[in-house]
């Protein structure tokens, strides 16, 4: 026995999405808010860096002074852009803990900059050194950044 096919009807729609087809609310980080939050941890890894260097002992093959202009290097390459498109991609999440934690995810992206400076030794190894603080670092500041971030509501700006 067989079973017969079922019988389209002319009912069937296709499931509409459950978004709204107005304007959605958006987070905006203005430029001194995003100078808070990218400007200032830079501005700090470089400064620990720099202490570093200046410790008897520490640097004493010279393994620490290469990596300052290195992390102004990861901070223009990867820095600018990444947060930047950090703010543009969740600009519609209004939840800042993903906001901290894509620039927590832009700040790891330091590290792998130093492979491509061309020094060789144990400068690779000092990947997790650059990254991991980096990584800490901005996504602190974009959590102290966040009072100067505003929610813009295209929907109640209209009903004004």
């Known amino acids: 026995m067989t079973t017969p096919a079922p019988e389209k009807t002319s ?4 499931p509409r999405s459950s978004a709204p087809a107005g304007p959605r609310p958006r987070l905006r980080l203005g430029l001194a808010g995003w100078a808070v939050a990218w400007l200032i941890p830079t501005m700090i890894m470089g400064a620990v860096l ?5 410790v008897p002992g520490l640097d ?17 390459v990867v820095g600018i852009p990444g947060t930047l498109l950090v703010n543009w991609i969740y600009r ?3 939840n800042p803990v993903v906001h901290v934690l894509g620039y927590v995810v832009v700040g ?4 792998p900059v130093i492979l491509f400076g061309g020094v060789g030794g144990l400068m690779p190894m000092l990947i997790p050194v650059i990254g991991f603080p980096a990584g800490v670092l901005l996504g602190l500041g974009r959590w102290v950044a966040q009072p100067m ?3 813009e509501d295209p929907a109640a700006e209209a009903a004004d």
């Open 60 to 76: 004493g093959d010279g393994y620490l002074t290469p990596l300052i202009p290195l992390i102004g290097a990861a901070a223009v």
């Open 108 to 111: 790891l992206l330091y590290g």
């Open 11 to 14: 009912a069937r729609r296709r």
């Open 92 to 94: 519609h999440h209004l």
């Open 149 to 151: 971030a505003r929610i």
């Open 50 to 54: 720099l202490g570093l260097s200046f």
